[in-house]
């Protein structure tokens, strides 16, 4: 499970998950999500890095936020 901090003013959020810090290989990008929480099942024995955006009711979208990275073992 993937989960953040609301973003104040958000109405939906998307994240991206790429096998490389530089996401040069994307692993996945969701559809827009209203919540800030993700739920995905990786590969074991892989380490994935991933970050999050959020967008306003304006459609305006927000920075990528900061890289986390996970290793699923």
């Known amino acids: 499970v993937f989960k953040w901090q609301p ?3 958000a109405s939906v959020y ?3 998950i790429a ?3 530089a996401f040069d290989q994307v692993f996945f990008t969701s559809p827009v ?8 099942s990786l590969p ?3 380490t994935y890095f991933w970050r999050v955006r959020a967008r306003d ?5 927000s ?10 073992k």
């Open 7 to 9: 973003v104040e003013g």
């Open 14 to 16: 998307q994240i991206s």
């Open 19 to 21: 096998l490389d810090p």
């Open 33 to 40: 999500l209203s919540t800030p929480t993700y739920t995905m």
């Open 44 to 46: 074991v024995n892989d």
């Open 57 to 61: 009711q304006a459609g305006n979208w």
């Open 63 to 72: 920075d990528w936020s900061s890289i986390w990275k996970v290793t699923r």
